[in-house]
């Protein structure tokens, strides 16, 4: 399997554009993850989902923050606009649970977001 | 609510030194506990996981076992090698609402 799959591997932008990241998760896996890192607030959930549907959104930090996932092997993160605080490594993880019980996350490379 | 504390980093061993790296959780109900292990640049990485009280978890050398009475999911090592350094994440599931959560987070420097 190829693992989950983000692009861009890097994205450097100026505040006020839009930014669009993008995730394949594993075929098959029923969850879906976004979280943001940085130095100083560590690993963030942002958001995720089960089967498509979004489940919990609670870790948005605000309304310039969107995701969707139109099918089961696709999903994107949007920012707009944006500002130099979001300026973070974005990670897109999946999990296979449902009838599987395995509950483990397995997560993609990383998008590294520069916004100046 | 569920949590996890991790040992502050950063580590600095010398190579074939013993490490442990310490976590406990706080969970309400029987969570599944994993180390994950980040290299400069890349995404988290499984290191090991154990699902139940008394598992013990292993792989490439690293061990960690899950105790209950503790509530703790230490992680050790016998000898390290310079390329284990990188950071290492202890975490839980909560396995009914299927979301994990994670230490702080331990940076672990070998020196040869």
């Known amino acids: 399997d190829a693992g989950v799959i983000q692009s861009p591997r890097h994205e450097v932008t100026e505040m006020g554009q839009e930014v669009t990241l993008r995730c394949k998760p594993i075929?098959?896996?029923?969850?879906l993850f976004w979280y943001r890192q940085t130095m100083m607030r560590g690993l963030e959930l942002l958001i995720y989902?089960?089967?498509?549907?979004?489940?919990?959104d609670s870790g948005m930090p605000e309304d310039r923050f969107s995701a969707k996932m139109p099918n089961a092997s696709f999903s994107t993160l949007k920012i707009q606009p944006s500002e130099p605080r979001d300026s973070a490594v974005y990670f897109c993880?999946?999990?296979?649970?449902?009838?599987?019980?395995?509950?483990?996350?397995?997560f993609g490379p990383g998008t590294r977001l520069t916004v100046l | 609510g569920d949590s996890v504390t991790q040992m502050e980093g950063p580590v600095t061993l010398s190579e074939e030194a013993f490490l442990t790296i310490n976590c406990t959780y706080t969970?309400?109900?029987?969570?599944?506990l994993f180390w994950y292990v980040q290299y400069p640049g890349e995404g988290l990485q499984l290191l090991l996981k154990?699902?139940?009280?008394?598992d013990k978890g292993s792989n490439k050398g690293f061990e960690a076992t899950y105790r209950k009475e503790t509530t703790s999911f230490h992680l050790e090592k016998g000898s390290v090698q310079v390329s284990d350094s990188a950071v290492y994440f202890c975490a839980l599931s909560d396995k009914g609402l299927n979301k994990f959560y994670f230490g702080s987070g331990t940076k672990l420097n070998v020196k040869p």
């Open positions: 154990a699902t139940k009280a008394d």
């Open positions: 989902f089960n089967n498509n549907v979004p489940i919990d």
């Open positions: 993880a999946s999990s296979p649970t449902g009838t599987s019980g395995d509950d483990t996350q397995y």
């Open positions: 969970a309400t109900g029987y969570p599944s």
């Open positions: 075929s098959g896996h029923d969850y």
